[in-house]
């Protein structure tokens, strides 16, 4: 599985905007770009993914670099609830093929009231 | 509606006992993994089932581990003669596998503690 480096923490505050990066220089053609985050004493939840272009739902929006070598997790107004460790992760997941996630260490992100 | 379910929640065994963990998935969906995760620590894949389909078990790390799937729904993990480093969070997820669903729909987990 490709690797994906995140940093080990970061900190917004409440109601502004959180840039989450994600370096994935050796990521492959057939890559899909996932993120999940896990809230204190929960297991992950799916927060969004994407393969080429920029995505964007109800929960975020993730930014794919031209070369797909890089992604940015965007959270618009950051909430307390938002405080959860996030996960980016490369994974070959296809629309009808399993596939496992590789979780590395994530970024811890602290939302300041 | 309902999601990935598992039980028990929490467990405390004794080094060298057998524990079975549970998993309900969500209904209809074919694809379930199992997961591990160590205190501070990111997850680590265990087995993956994926219909009739011979599982995954790749991410085993002993013959003291094994899994079944019965009805292509239920689930469960077996640790046989467990050890203190086998006390972790264990996380089983499903997805649907079709129709442009990715995501896999994680169950609250059981923290396994083995004295």
Redesign the interface.
Request: hydrophobic fraction near 30%; glycine fraction near 22%.
């Given at each position: 599985d490709a690797k994906t480096t995140q940093p080990n923490s970061m900190e917004s505050n409440e109601e502004e905007p959180v840039h989450l990066p994600c370096n994935h220089s050796t990521i492959s053609g057939t890559d899909y770009i996932h993120w999940y985050r896990q809230l204190p004493s929960q297991g992950p939840e799916y927060v969004i993914h994407g393969l080429t272009s920029n995505v964007n739902n109800r929960m975020a929006s993730l930014a794919i670099a031209e070369d797909r070598k890089s992604s940015t997790l965007i959270l618009h107004r950051a909430t307390l609830r938002d405080a959860a460790v996030y996960y980016c992760i490369l994974s070959l997941l296809g629309e009808t093929s399993g596939s496992r996630l590789t979780f590395g260490e994530g970024t811890q992100l602290t939302v300041n009231p | 509606g309902a999601g990935?379910s598992q039980s028990p929640s929490n467990k405390v065994t004794e080094k060298g006992k057998d524990v079975e963990l549970r998993c309900d998935p969500i209904s209809g969906h074919t694809?379930l993994?199992w997961?591990r995760q160590s205190l501070g620590?990111?997850?680590?894949?265990l087995i993956?089932f994926?219909g009739n389909s011979a599982p995954?078990k790749s991410?085993l790390p002993s013959d003291r581990f094994s899994a079944e799937r019965t009805g292509g729904s239920v689930s469960t993990l077996t640790i046989q003669r467990t050890q203190q480093e086998d006390s972790a969070v264990y996380?089983c997820?499903s997805?649907f596998?079709?129709?442009?669903a990715?995501?896999?729909?994680?169950?609250?987990?059981t923290r396994l503690t083995v004295t």
């Open positions: - | 990935v694809a993994y997961y620590q990111g997850l680590e894949f993956y994926q995954d991410g996380l997820a997805r596998l079709a129709g442009g990715y995501e896999q729909y994680f169950g609250p987990g």
